[in-house]
């Protein structure tokens, strides 16, 4: 068994989309990034590519590659577990935290999970995803931002 962890920040904007774990949640501001700017999928894969001390997110999909402009990050998650299985690893479990001052995510937290774990390959049982605020505090708590953090579990299950 590995451990990985991992985490993402992404500046909000007025009139951009915010995806989170693949759902789109409505909102006036979304994020200002490359991709989709699905943060929480960026934090998840950085916390697989971690828990297998296979690089960065940034070393397997580089934002001066054009060809992930706006790429979905969902898909980029397939491919994290793809090479994840690869080196002979399975997933276990995700947890993770997204802070983001506004909209309530209480709503879109069982369909994000849902959304997850289809991609990640493992039962919703093994996907936790927590919202929190930052009481208006630091760049995430005055809304300027979203942050996620995620730590994954992994099994070897075979030698490559
Ligand atoms: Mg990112």
Do not use: W
Not at 22 to 49: N, R
Not at 69 to 85: I, Q
Not at 111 to 138: F, M, W
Request: proline share 4%.
């Amino acid at each position: 068994m590995r451990i990985g962890q991992g985490r993402d920040l992404h500046r909000l904007e007025e009139g951009r989309r915010l995806i989170l774990g693949g759902i789109e949640i409505p909102f006036t501001k979304g994020c200002v990034a490359h991709s989709d700017g699905d943060v929480l999928v960026h934090a998840v894969i950085d916390a697989i590519f971690g828990a297998a001390a296979l690089g960065d997110i940034g070393s397997h999909f580089p934002d001066t590659d054009p060809a992930y402009r706006g790429a979905d990050s969902m898909d980029l998650l397939a491919k994290a577990v793809r090479l994840l299985n690869a080196e002979g690893y399975r997933l276990v479990n995700v947890d993770s935290t997204v802070t983001l001052e506004k909209p309530k995510l209480r709503a879109f937290i069982e369909p994000i999970r849902i959304s997850l774990a289809r991609v990640l390959r493992i039962e919703p049982g093994s996907v936790s995803v927590k919202a929190k605020t930052n009481e208006g505090l630091d760049a995430a708590g005055r809304g300027e931002a979203v942050e996620a953090q995620a730590v994954v579990l992994i099994k070897k299950h075979r030698n490559r």
